[in-house]
């Protein structure tokens, strides 16, 4: 492989002293590890991730911004975006480069080097419990995003919004629903469905004047697709000591309770784990719905594997909407 232009003034490379190589795999990407020789004869590595298409721009905005948004709040739990943008040499083509992030079991730091000293459970909930920065053109902290994020393959729209019942209503169910119509037909039972999710469980569930007993939440950075394939253990940078960390997020300022959608999904997070997590981040009162609100972000990733790769997924999806209609739909 060969370093391109843009990428060696990106991280300001000496092309002598830097090589590239295939490292890793994605579905949706290439990807790989750049290794450069310091001054002093030490070795610092990148990882970079390269596609075609303006799928790939958008997909690689979206992961800097999300990864940075992360990493600026608790810098143990995710490597730190350094740079995406255009290849010189490859037509209409794509990178991002990261921190790179050794998966390891053990380091190879010295034994004084403790880390953060923190779980994932711990770090999640310190995310969860900082408000989001307030966007340009905003008095406060608002939901939504700075620029488009891609969950899977499925660009999401981030529009801020001051009501995150409108947000997750508009942004996340009605918008997947659109894209699954669009590559698996059109579906009068499903549409149907979502349609009176949208407009009947989500402002029951997640309206203003109901979600935290009518109090205002506050926005927070959330990964966005923190299923057990996302995270792991390793050394950021690849030095230092094993943090748990996360990676290829999806992030958006949202309800924190968003992520744990996702992350009851595909399973991978233990009662342990959650109980670690809710001591420090509390869960949203009423918290007699807190299961059924889960339930319902959960919905937005089975509408969206749908989405992506059709199959059972709309049964997951059909049968949670059953259930949330069943308790709620006939409820003020």
Sequence with gaps: MKLDPAVIRALKLNPSTAHVASHGGSGFSATAKITTTLEDGSEKYFFMKTGVGEDAKVMFEGEHASLNAIHHTVPSLCPASIASGALEESHASWFLITDFL????????????????????????????????????FSKPVFGFPVTTCCGDTAQTNDFMESWAAFYAENRLRAILKKSEHRNGTDAELRSMVERTADVIVPRLLGDDHLNNGKTITPVVVHGDLWSGNKGRG???????????????????????????????????????????????????PITEYEDRVSLYELYHQLNHYSIFSGGYREGAVAIMKKLHKSYGNRP
């Design 102 to 137: 050794d998966l390891s079991t053990a380091s190879s730091g010295s034994a004084a080097d403790k880390g953060s000293g923190l779980s994932l459970a711990e770090k999640l909930a310190q995310l969860h419990m900082t408000p989001a920065s307030t966007p340009e053109g």
């Design 235 to 285: 050394r950021i940078g690849g030095i230092g000591a094993v943090e748990d960390v996360v990676f290829d997020p999806s992030a958006c300022y949202a309800h924190s309770e968003y992520e744990l959608g996702i992350m009851s999904m595909f399973g991978g997070f233990s009662g342990r784990f959650f109980e670690e997590y809710h001591r420090v981040c509390p869960k949203t009162e």
